[in-house]
């Protein structure tokens, strides 16, 4: 009889202990603008995660009592407090300039940028954080950064002031972490590189060696700089060159099939979200503008349908310089800034079935490279940006690799959003994108 009492006193007790560790958080969550209440909120905590309701509401166990709280077209937030819980998440559509990771060496390049936001209106910096050549921009306090020499041409070694004085001005921040290309890793490890079919580590054009994508190694690292980047104070991380590159010719530790490749795409993405889910961070991909075309990975293990599983957002690079092959119904995009961005964004959506909310686009702002070498000016960047607007997409990002910026470049008479141009989206049904946009599968994109 003693043994049975004993037993359900620990029974009672384990259960009480349970109780006390875990407590029970329920809520609403709330446009801080409107007042309205917001549905498919991620609430993430220690032990818990859910989505809130159609009205808003939602309820989570948490051993901590800290909530991650997440929405594509809002600023994520950690809160710390007992049920029931009213959050207000802030809406925020990032427009962006690039600040590249030599860019950012120079305090006079940082200060001209952030003076250019401020003159436009802009509201968003996406800053490199890790480059194609595997240098890494702040002190990192990682192991494998110093051991592979990633740390010797650090220019944000003030990082950590930067972030504040940038928060300071309102302005968001992105982190632009370079994934599989990476020299400083491929040459310092070679049994960790893409090989050439002689079995040297190979190099592409840039003469800059990548890592395979398809060893948990390399994935690991650029994980850990991921969730270090996190802790630091940034809004979302974007990933670069998440992909492999498109050539058959080239050796991997796994045979370079187009399932392999998609699925070392995704499994890097999904450890990612695993590994991020306690920071207040959002996360994104950037992606080859074909890719919003195309069902197939083109050889590189972007597969559109399954990358919004993972990441917040995808941004898609609809530079119109990027398609040599042209689009249905463009041959000659740079011709056609508004209908690119148009058209790709309305293909993507339908691709994959994601609302518009989670693409956020790099749209071109530099010399076009592959037809008539016509320089970007301002009505240029504005047909893209309302484009982009239009289509109903969480912001878009100016790309310039330097980094070379002009308020004459930037600024027309008129402000962002207000330039008037045909309606020419793609509409439900549109044969010149539902049929014709097979005829691309003649011509692979331009690597």
């Known amino acids: 009889m003693a043994r049975v009492v004993w037993a359900w006193l620990l029974v009672l007790l384990s259960w009480a202990l349970c109780s006390a560790e875990s407590e029970p958080l329920f809520g609403h969550?709330?446009?801080?603008?409107?007042?309205?209440?917001?549905?498919?909120?991620?609430?993430?905590?220690?032990?818990?995660?859910?989505?809130?309701?159609?009205?808003?509401?939602?309820?989570?166990?948490?051993?901590?009592?800290?909530?991650?709280?997440?929405k594509p077209g809002y600023q994520p937030v950690q809160v710390q407090d007992m049920a029931p819980l009213h959050i207000d998440l802030q809406p925020i559509i990032p427009k962006a300039l690039y600040l590249s990771y030599w860019a950012a060496d120079s305090r006079d390049r940082r200060d001209k940028i952030l003076?250019?936001?401020?003159?436009?209106g802009m509201n968003a910096l996406v800053i490199d954080i890790k480059s194609t050549r595997g240098?890494?921009?702040?002190?990192?306090?990682?192991?494998?950064?110093?051991?592979?020499?990633?740390?010797?041409?650090?220019?944000?070694?003030?990082?950590?002031?930067?972030?504040?004085?940038?928060?300071?001005?309102?302005?968001?921040?992105?982190?632009?972490?370079?994934?599989?290309?990476?020299?400083?890793?491929?040459m310092k490890r070679p049994d960790l590189a893409i090989k050439d079919p002689a079995g040297e580590v190979w190099t592409d054009r840039e003469e800059i060696a990548w890592t395979d994508p398809f060893l948990q190694q390399v994935r690991d690292y650029n994980i850990?700089?991921?969730?270090?980047?996190?802790?630091?104070?940034?809004?979302?991380?974007?990933?670069?060159?998440?992909?492999?590159?498109?050539?058959?010719?080239?050796?991997?530790?796994k045979a370079n099939t187009g399932e392999n490749r998609v699925a070392a795409i995704n499994l890097f993405l999904n450890q990612v979200k695993k590994r991020l889910a306690p920071y207040p961070v959002m996360t994104a991909a950037n992606i080859f503008g074909y890719i919003c075309w195309k069902p197939k990975d083109q050889k590189i293990g972007q597969r559109l349908v399954d990358m919004g599983n993972y990441v917040d957002y995808l941004s898609p690079m609809l530079y119109p310089s990027g398609f040599p092959h042209g689009i249905p119904g463009?041959?000659?995009?740079?011709?056609?800034?508004?209908?690119?961005?148009?058209?790709?964004?309305?293909?993507?959506?339908?691709?994959?079935?994601?609302?518009?909310?989670?693409?956020?686009?790099?749209?071109?702002?530099?010399?076009?490279?592959?037809?008539?070498?016509?320089?970007y000016r301002a009505t240029d960047i504005h047909a893209q940006i309302n484009a982009s607007d239009a289509s109903g997409s969480s912001g878009w990002m100016l790309w310039n690799a330097s980094s070379r910026f002009s308020l004459s470049g930037l600024q027309q008479n008129l402000s962002y959003g207000e330039l008037q141009l045909a309606d020419v989206s793609p509409k439900p049904g549109d044969e010149a994108v539902v049929t014709h946009s097979d005829a691309l599968e003649s011509g692979p994109p331009a690597l």
């Open 29 to 70: 969550v709330y446009d801080a603008v409107s007042g309205t209440r917001l549905a498919n909120v991620s609430i993430w905590t220690e032990g818990d995660q859910n989505s809130s309701q159609t009205d808003g509401s939602f309820s989570v166990t948490s051993d901590s009592g800290t909530l991650i709280v997440r």
């Open 115 to 120: 003076e250019l936001l401020e003159q436009t």
């Open 135 to 186: 240098d890494i921009a702040y002190t990192s306090h990682l192991p494998v950064p110093r051991k592979i020499g990633a740390l010797r041409a650090r220019t944000l070694k003030d990082l950590s002031q930067f972030l504040a004085d940038l928060k300071q001005h309102g302005i968001y921040t992105i982190a632009r972490i370079a994934v599989f290309k990476d020299s400083k890793l491929a």
């Open 224 to 253: 850990d700089v991921a969730e270090e980047v996190a802790g630091l104070g940034f809004d979302e991380i974007q990933f670069d060159y998440i992909r492999f590159p498109a050539r058959s010719d080239l050796l991997f530790s």
């Open 330 to 375: 463009y041959k000659i995009p740079v011709k056609h800034n508004y209908e690119v961005i148009a058209h790709s964004l309305n293909r993507a959506v339908k691709l994959s079935g994601l609302d518009p909310v989670r693409f956020r686009p790099w749209l071109q702002a530099f010399r076009d490279y592959a037809f008539d070498r016509r320089s």
